[in-house]
């Protein structure tokens, strides 16, 4: 291992503990690193002597990084995907139809045991195309007003929707921001979610894994047979802003026949790498127009602060770094250790890819995880000699799915606590567990399974 890849090994896992023990300044430790490497380019073919030759220099040459260089690994089609789809989420979100969906549903349930079952279902397919946080901010409200009506605790049912709304979104291209990493990775696009060189996509794994866990939620609230009234339901006005995400969802699948350029035949058409990017924005901006037409100012400056600068920043820097380590040779002797480990074993190494990703993931963030494993698989995939397809979707599921273990482990699951909180409800681990192991233990060990019966 050469001195350059040292370093850069050492930077990147003091810039991972930082992350983890700091999660309010995360983005800004991903900037700072990434500087840091961009730093390391620079001096690298401006005074090489700096530091000596023998530093600066790899196996196949010496370490080069420059800002042109770090800025063209900052994936623009992923941060517009985020941008767009959140935006347009919080005029979904507005219009209040999310609610009276949930309300349409809650009426036609017999029981405690089924609403609560019909909630974590109906959370988890608004979450295979709305954000998860979002989701649970939409659909928690009226869980919480169902619970008070009947006087039983929203503890439970309030988890049951957190954890089913983290399941989804590894279902389809925009549900998740895992999703999207992977979509880049993989060069994997809307359609391919469903169906993927002729075999069944992510989404129907990640179905049979949300029938597997409202089997074990029906299990665990069996003896709730209370009866429900409901009789009232909420009003929307303005129907417009459902069209927005559902105009996006139909408008990703159609350009999703389209090839990329890397894919397109000599001469034929092909689309943009930055298509989804553009389709996401361009439905928020036409929300956003209508409403400014409509001088819903208020409306349009809420729709621009829900966007979540957070992650997008903290993105941005990770690319950065993670193109830093690229350079300079991490990744390699990573993917290789991994290979190793695993004894060029296919399945020995796709298993330890899934439960690392799940055990991993219920402690730490999913997303820069995520963002790093993805530069691994191909590594991995090479040095035994396969194609990295299962490999990432057995990271996708472990990473995704692994975060319902605890209640750290996904944004989803934080914001429904937030939410109990803020009622007066306290949330110990203990408690959040008893719920969260049996569905993800349920959801990651048919993902597993279904995932090697498709992909091996």
Do not use: H
């Not at 219009?95 to 079952?117: A, E, F, G, H, T």
């Not at 796709?350 to 820069?368: G, R």
């Amino acid at each position: 291992m050469s001195q350059i890849t040292l370093a850069s090994l050492i930077i990147f896992a003091v810039t991972y503990v930082l992350m983890m023990a700091f999660q309010k300044i995360r983005p800004y430790v991903a900037v700072g690193s990434a500087l840091i490497f961009v730093a390391l380019g620079v001096i690298a073919s401006a005074k090489p002597s700096l530091f000596g030759a023998q530093f600066f220099s790899l196996d196949g040459g010496s370490y080069t990084y420059g800002i042109s260089q770090a800025l063209t690994q900052i994936d623009w089609n992923v941060i517009m995907m985020i941008a767009g789809t959140m935006g347009t989420v919080s005029l979904f979100i507005a219009s209040k139809m999310p609610q009276l969906m949930s309300d349409i549903l809650i009426s036609r349930m017999p029981n405690v045991k089924w609403v609560v079952v019909a909630l974590s279902l109906f959370a988890g397919i608004v979450s295979a195309f709305v954000d998860n946080v979002a989701t649970v901010l939409m659909i928690a409200p009226v869980a919480l007003a169902f619970c008070k009506k009947l006087e039983i605790s929203p503890v439970p049912s309030i988890i049951c929707i957190a954890v089913s709304s983290n399941l989804q979104g590894a279902a389809t291209l925009v549900g998740d921001t895992t999703s999207i990493l992977l979509a880049k990775a993989a060069n994997l696009d809307f359609s391919d979610f469903f169906v993927d060189s002729g075999k069944p996509g992510m989404f129907w794994v990640v179905e049979a894994g949300a029938v597997v866990s409202a089997l074990i939620i029906l299990f665990m609230f069996r003896k709730e047979k209370g009866e429900i009234k409901f009789n009232s339901r909420t009003k929307v006005e303005d129907k417009f802003p459902t069209v927005l995400p559902v105009g996006t969802v139909v408008s990703l699948t159609a350009v999703s026949f389209i090839p990329y350029k890397e894919a397109a035949a000599p001469g034929a058409f092909y689309k943009p790498d930055i298509t989804n990017g553009i389709i996401c924005i361009a439905f928020f901006l036409i929300g956003v127009v209508r409403e400014l037409f409509r001088k819903n100012f208020s409306l349009v400056k809420d729709a621009i602060k829900e966007i979540d600068y957070y992650t997008i920043i903290l993105l941005a820097g990770l690319f950065v770094v993670i193109g830093g380590i690229k350079n300079a040779g991490v990744i390699d002797v990573i993917g290789s250790l991994i290979a190793k480990m695993g004894s060029g074993s296919v399945f020995a190494v796709y298993t330890m890819i899934v439960w690392i990703s799940v055990l991993l993931s219920a402690f730490i963030d999913n997303i820069p995880y995520t963002a790093t494993m993805l530069t691994v698989v191909p590594v991995i995939a090479a040095d035994i000699g396969i194609e990295p397809k299962i490999l990432y979707y057995g990271l996708l599921c472990g990473a995704t799915l692994g975060g319902n273990l605890t209640p750290i482990g996904a944004s989803a699951n934080i914001a429904g606590i937030g939410i109990l909180r803020k009622e007066g409800y306290t949330v110990k681990s203990g408690t959040f567990m008893k719920y969260g192991v049996p569905f993800t233990l349920a959801a990651v060990c048919t993902g597993y399974i279904m995932l090697w019966l498709i992909w091996a």
